[in-house]
């Protein structure tokens, strides 16, 4: 799942009801169930005799205890919902229906004698539970049932004992609560069809119901074995209201209406797959089939019909075949399903990669060609490629456990660039992605926040510690990982070893060991001598990275952990290169060597990890890295761009020092002098780069007198820059200029945001004038792909009717994906009363979506002037915020910009007063604001005369 991420699930009847096809079959069940629950009575907790010959209470360890593998499951489910309340008739109240009710029946085999059934169910009521004996055809008597509230474990003791190899089945009913608040089990989704007109309030509400299981929530559906490694097929039928549409991971069997409000739909069994996969959306969507057409899978894409209807799903469904078939070639194993459903739902975070039906929210999904910015199109397929990627990792080979989600999650992630690259060859993203997701996820690999890929089972037990792996560790060092295990070992042994292993546990669950093990194969069939599972396991088995230390006068190369206190040694892969030679890779297995290749020659400087394939940084002796410094600025200003030092290197170099920085293993004056070359660079990706980590100073010194200098000084280096990529559609209006390419429109968000940013005057004019042409005309001539940094740029420099311009119209703005672009813009206001208000407004849920209420506090809290205010409202508000929202993430993202004692004791008050219990979150966000008040000690003196001097010279 794209963390975003989630899942869901169905039910059955009994015996009897599995053999009927009839439609009287189908009402006959349901008047069966409505009779059974209405004399609902739940069963007292037993008293259990002292001694008994089977184990009675839950298993250890919060795990299920294995001695019953399920095979198959029979499920049917009705969501009482209604699609649209003002359509309701011959009801006594208008308010939403939010129950669901349903059965299921689970065939198992048992395979070690017990007397006990243990399953999964959370937050059910169970009407009815029958056990039977299969191979008899008898019943079992029910002694006694309960339920464990810490475990989720719903206890049956029987009157019989299962004999190992014996096949049974349990049957429950059940009924339940859809969620309105959080986007897990079943819940429900709202959005606005129709798009009123100025000034009205017209737009009708419609309800979907849909659902996220991933990782532990099928049981809040029905009762279930809801563990990855105890796969089952599922026959699913849903009961569903009259004039919606039932979807499910298979294509419908039958569909028949059965009174005046019902109709049932009924899906073909799925896969062999594990619960968290499983899958519903009832809804009123509409569809467009992908075109191209897959040779034999049909891909839909299903969304609101007034988006389908503005064709905001044409472009997802121009890709969706090509990538499906592009992943069957790459693995050589055919998708085993005739159909694939991509779902928009409104409130979804990220996506889910469910078997067969992958949800999404609406910015993962859809894109406006009049208004969404065409960079959206790289969010549209990065998802694309990392849920379909997931339909042979994690959904065909599932991890045995969650402790090493990465199997999952990591592959998913790597693979997506390749299938990104395969639809759209000219983004060329692979470089940029490589070495922004090395920096961003070495920031988290030396904290507290870190854990190991591969996690010790027994730490990762409960829901909260497998919502845990879900991480940037998982999914991007675990890519990160894998690509550098490529660069080793070849990209042509690593695909082959990797589809043995994906054909070896298909439809099966597998460890990191068994990838090793065929990995090992391919290496052995290539005539290869690396040794996979101990080079890898030194990556996997522990936190941190190494940071590689190379003196070019001596050749010695040493290795040192990130972690402090911390003396593993990894097996680390260097690619060097020099001038004039690129000697070939080469293992460092211990703490330190001597190198003679990688001693300097008549002054040549060394350059290593070429194409940033390893995951770790360097650092250089002193003359080194001067060396590798005046390179850049030589390169670049003699010879504009001349490749001496590759492209992705240049962004590496840049992303290195500022990390080596933060670790004070090198001054962060080196950092700074390694921006020096920006003034005259034109390439995206060392800008990208040098931008982000610049972030931080920001971060830290907006608040001080570092802070003009600082800006001085990036007004110095961008103004080239902003000036290259100006284009008469950024300084005039109804201009034609030829579309720019992928990588040309991210330079030019990144030069006009940070000259603007930077209060380039040139900039800020342009800005103000294309809004204000806005305000006047009502008309917007503002280039999509700027729209978002414009209108930042002209509300911060603006003041109320620029605000409140912006404000009327997001009211009117019904796509999620347009109001993403306004909500942010309008925490960029410098006026306090504003942003106040602005943050108030979230509150209401009348004029703002719940979901959007994070992303409100952290527009202003990223503003200088608007930090204080967004804390201050989060510690004043927390109480009355739904549930949905994330408050020990809010105060994580917002304190990352604290560099005070007295913010640091806030926030420690905060997470006691509003009793903050995600202690891993908050000890993170602790450990940071710690970092930032010990790094702005040591370094604000040097940072400000340093600022001083380049701004003035």
């Not at 105890?230 to 991971?249: D, E, P, Q, S, W």
């Not at 290869?528 to 030194?538: I, N, Q, R």
């Not at 003196?551 to 040694?569: M, P, Y």
Request: glycine share 4%; aromatic share 12%; net charge negative.
């Amino acid at each position: 799942m794209s963390k975003g991420f989630y899942i869901s699930k169905g039910l059955g009847i009994g015996a009897v009801i599995l053999t009927l096809s009839a439609i009287a079959g189908v009402v006959t069940m349901i008047i069966m169930y409505r009779v059974e629950i209405s004399g609902m009575n739940p069963t007292a907790r037993p008293t259990f005799a002292p001694t008994t010959p089977f184990p009675t209470g839950p298993p250890p360890k919060m795990r299920l205890p294995g001695d019953l593998v399920p095979e198959s499951y029979t499920l049917f489910l009705q969501p009482h919902f209604y699609t649209r309340i003002e359509d309701v008739v011959n009801v006594t109240s208008p308010n939403q229906t939010l129950t669901f009710t349903g059965n299921s029946t689970v065939n198992f085999r048992c395979v070690r004698m017990t007397k006990t059934i243990f399953i999964h169910s959370k937050n059910l009521s169970l009407t009815d539970v029958r056990v039977m004996n299969r191979d008899a055809n008898e019943p079992i008597d029910v002694l006694e049932q309960y339920h464990h509230d810490v475990t989720d474990f719903f206890e049956i003791q029987l009157g019989d004992v299962l004999e190992q190899e014996g096949n049974y089945s349990l049957f429950t009913a059940f009924q339940g609560e859809m969620k309105e608040e959080e986007s897990v089990g079943l819940y429900i989704s709202k959005y606005k069809e129709g798009v009123p007109a100025y000034g009205d309030d017209a737009a009708a509400d419609r309800y979907v119901a849909a659902s996220q299981f991933q990782a532990t929530h099928a049981r809040e559906v029905f009762p279930c074995f809801d563990e990855p490694a105890l796969k089952a097929t599922f026959l699913v039928t849903v009961i569903h209201r009259r004039g919606t549409l039932a979807l499910g991971n298979s294509e419908m069997s039958d569909n028949r209406v059965i009174d005046e409000e019902w109709q049932v739909t009924s899906l073909h069994p799925t896969r062999k797959m594990s619960t968290y996969l499983l899958a519903f959306v009832v809804s009123e969507f509409e569809s467009v089939t992908s075109t191209p057409t897959h040779k034999r899978v049909k891909s839909n894409i299903y969304a609101r019909p007034a988006a389908i209807k503005a064709g905001h799903a044409d472009y997802a469904a121009s890709i969706a075949g090509k990538m499906l078939e592009y992943f069957e070639g790459r693995f050589e194993i055919d998708f085993p399903q005739r159909k694939i459903d991509h779902v928009a739902v409104a409130d979804m975070p990220g996506a889910m990669e469910n078997w067969g039906l992958i949800i999404y929210g609406e910015l993962a999904l859809l894109f406006d060609q009049e208004k969404s910015s065409s960079l959206h199109k790289e969010t549209i397929t990065n998802y694309f490629g990392h849920e379909l990627a997931h339909q042979w990792f994690g959904n065909l080979v599932t991890c045995n456990w969650w402790n090493e989600l990465w199997l999952n999650e990591g592959f998913a992630s790597y693979m997506t660039f390749f299938a990104v690259d395969n639809v759209e060859p000219s983004w060329n993203i692979k470089d940029v992605w490589a070495v922004s997701a090395l920096d961003d996820v070495l920031d988290w690999d030396s904290t507290n926040a870190s854990h190991a890929l591969n996690a010790s089972m027994d730490s990762i037990q409960t829901p909260d510690q497998i919502d845990q792996m879900f991480s940037m560790i998982s999914y991007t060092k675990g890519a990160l990982v894998l690509r550098m295990l490529a660069d080793l070992l070849t990209q042509g042994t690593f695909d082959k070893g990797v589809n043995m292993y994906l054909k070896a546990f298909q439809y099966q669950t597998a460890t990191s060991a068994d990838l090793w093990h065929y990995l090992q194969k391919a290496v052995v069939e290539d005539g290869g001598h690396t040794k996979v599972a101990e080079v890898m396991d030194s990556w996997t088995n522990q936190i941190g990275y190494p940071i590689i230390t190379i003196n070019t006068t001596s050749g010695e190369v040493c290795q040192k952990s990130s972690v402090e206190d911390s003396d593993v040694v990894w097996h680390v892969p260097i690619r060097f290169g020099s001038q004039t030679s690129a000697p070939p890779l080469f293992m460092l297995t211990s703490d330190t060597v001597i190198k003679d290749e990688l001693i300097s020659k008549d002054g040549e400087w060394i350059l290593a990890n070429i194409n940033v394939a390893g995951y770790y940084k360097v650092n250089y002796n002193p003359e080194n890295w001067d060396l590798l410094l005046a390179q850049l600025e030589r390169n670049l200003t003699a010879l504009f761009c001349l490749q001496v030092i590759p492209l992705i290197n240049r962004g590496q170099l840049v992303g290195d020092t500022f990390n080596l920085a933060k670790k004070k293993v090198v001054n962060v004056t080196l950092a700074l002098n390694a921006t020096r070359f920006l003034r005259n660079e034109r390439e995206y990706l060392p800008w990208k780069t040098a931008v982000t980590n610049l972030r931080y100073f920001k971060k830290m010194f907006d608040r001080s007198e570092v802070y003009g200098p600082m800006q001085a000084y990036l007004r110095k280096q961008v103004k080239g820059l902003y000036y290259h990529v100006q284009r008469n559609d950024t300084d005039c209006l109804n201009c034609t200029v030829p579309p720019l390419n992928l990588p040309e429109q991210h330079l030019q968000i990144t030069a006009i945001e940070t000259a603007c940013g930077s209060e380039l005057p040139e900039c800020v004019e342009m800005a103000t004038n294309q809004f204000k042409d806005w305000m006047t005309t009502s008309i917007n001539r503002i280039d999509t792909d700027l729209r978002s940094t414009i209108y930042c740029h002209a509300v911060a420099a603006g003041g109320e009717a620029e605000w409140e311009f912006l404000w009327k119209r997001f009211q009117n703005i019904t796509e999620i994906l347009e109001q993403e672009v306004y909500l942010s813009a309008l925490g960029c206001t410098r006026k306090v009363w504003l942003l106040n208000r602005f943050l108030e407004y979230s509150l209401d849920t009348e004029m703002i979506r719940k979901l959007a209420i994070h992303d409100i506090v952290m527009s202003v809290a990223k503003n200088e002037a608007g930090l204080a205010l967004a804390w201050n409202f989060i510690r004043a508000r927390y109480s009355e915020m739904p549930e949905n929202v994330c408050l020990h993430c809010l105060v994580a993202e917002v304190s990352s910009s604290f560099s005070t004692e007295f913010e640091l004791y806030e926030v420690k008050q905060f997470q006691t007063e509003a009793n903050i219990t995600d202690g891993r979150y908050m000890e993170v966000a602790l450990e940071l604001v710690e970092a930032n008040i010990a790094w702005v000690k040591e370094n604000k003196q040097t940072v400000l005369e340093w600022f001083q001097k380049e701004s003035a010279s």
